[in-house]
């Protein structure tokens, strides 16, 4: 794998000027990028477009949940794009719904396990009656057997997923922040090469890249140290 291809950039920024700017700006530094809410809905899926179009890897993530038709039908628009990556949320029947709507296409279809803003308290507090650990465990599991791609899930998850499922999984892992940079809303993080080392096959970056001065130069050290 092209170890550009570990990072996916996330252009959460907030209009599609400031995305295509950023893009220009990272270059042949970036192959991989993540287009999500913020831009999705103010034409963040024509840019996809163009970035594939331009040669980049994209990962839509729009974390899909609905009945197994509304999913399938869904996905299988999604699937005509050429993107890499699309997120579900990692409940057997929609995964089950999304991994058929992608088939026979290039898409891989990674199930959300658990967000890394989330602890065990916040999923006691929704409900939940399993820990953190278990339920990332539990929804790995389902994701293998639907047919998914991958998994999202943090960084500290990694070795219980691949025990659990072994290499069956690609994991993209979230929450990715450098030392000494402001963890922000993200309660789960690591460091990008802790988290390489660890076992993660991509690592979502936003804000470390999106918000630096110098966003090339905070890319490529983040390059480096995930080669170190």
Not at 93 to 106: D, E, F, H, I, P
């Amino acid at each position: 794998m092209d170890i550009r291809d570990r990072v996916i950039v996330a252009l959460d920024v907030p209009h599609l000027q400031a995305a295509r700017t950023l893009v220009s700006t990272l270059g042949d530094s970036a192959t991989f990028y993540k287009i999500g809410y913020e831009l999705a809905f103010i034409g963040g899926l024509d840019l996809a477009r163009d970035l594939i179009a331009g040669g980049k890897k994209v990962f839509i993530d729009l974390k899909l949940h609905d009945i197994p038709n509304t999913i399938e039908k869904g996905v299988g628009q999604i699937a005509t794009m050429g993107a890499t990556f699309l997120t579900v949320h990692a409940y057997p029947q929609t995964l089950a719904a999304a991994a058929k709507g992608a088939a026979g296409s290039s898409l891989g279809i990674l199930g959300v396990s658990v967000m890394t803003s989330m602890n065990d308290a916040d999923l006691a507090e929704a409900g939940y009656c399993l820990t953190v650990e278990a339920l990332v465990v539990l929804r790995a599991k389902q994701a293998l057997a639907a047919g998914a791609a991958g998994l999202i899930c943090s960084a500290g998850d990694i070795a219980n997923v691949r025990a659990a499922v072994g290499n069956g999984l690609k994991l993209i892992t979230p929450g990715i922040r450098p030392a000494g940079s402001d963890i922000g809303d993200q309660k789960r993080v690591m460091t990008p090469g802790a988290a390489i080392k660890t076992g993660a096959d991509h690592l979502v970056i936003g804000r470390p890249i999106t918000a630096a001065a110098d966003p090339k130069g905070a890319l490529s050290a983040i390059l480096d140290e995930i080669v170190a």
